[in-house]
């Protein structure tokens, strides 16, 4: 990288700091930002400045949001109100809903528990979850979808422990084989989710 011009270097080194973003990568990113016009250049600067200072938490699920609300509790109107579906990330419940098989509920915890990292229940929005589970009578359903790593099991254990006393039905996200795939190459830790998750017909 040294035979770059020193802002170019700066660029770079930024680019870098994205999650599966390597050099190599970084590299053409910045050579494809040297190439547009300046005017195309400001308003991509602009877009990055904007995501900063015009994203907040929703108050209610904690989804990426602008202003107080997030677009799916905009329209909760439009939602069956009867199920919160509990997720790791913004990531996950985009993910989630862009399948279009769910029109509940969600609720972004932002994490997992894992001691080992420092991050343990107070570090998440599990309180603010027991709130609002506490607050909203129409509630008869929570589906855990954590990830299925150990912080995302551990996790899933500890929300089923705090909402045990309730009269809700707590459920877990499937897991196993995923569809397509022939069972012979799979690994082992799928063949014992896909077991222990397997269903009758």
């Known amino acids: 990288m040294n035979s770059y011009a020193p802002p170019i270097k700066r660029l770079i080194t930024a680019f870098t700091g994205f999650p599966g973003i390597g050099e190599k990568t970084a590299a053409r990113m910045v050579n ?23 994203i907040k938490l929703c108050s209610i699920c904690f989804n990426l949001a602008e202003g107080e609300l997030c677009e799916i509790c905009k329209g909760k109107a439009t939602r069956d109100e009867h199920s919160i579906c509990v997720v790791e990330d913004t990531d996950t419940l985009i993910t989630i809903e862009e399948s279009g098989a769910y029109t509940g509920l969600y609720h972004v915890l932002h994490g997992a528990v894992s001691p080992l990292d420092g991050i343990g229940p107070d570090n998440l929005k599990i309180k603010e979850l027991l709130t609002r589970i506490a607050n909203n009578n129409n509630i008869v359903e929570i589906i855990v979808a ?3 790593t150990v912080s995302g099991e551990a996790t899933a254990l500890l929300l089923t422990h705090l909402l045990n006393d309730r009269n809700i039905k707590i459920s877990r996200l499937a897991l196993g084989i995923p569809v397509g795939v022939d069972i012979r190459y799979t690994d082992k830790m799928t ?6 998750f397997r269903r009758s017909f």
């Open 146 to 148: 954590t990830n299925p």
């Open 191 to 196: 063949i014992g989710k896909a077991l222990e």
């Open 32 to 54: 494809h930002i040297v190439q547009i016009s300046e005017e195309n250049a400001v308003a991509m600067a602009k877009c990055i400045i904007d995501v900063k200072t015009e």
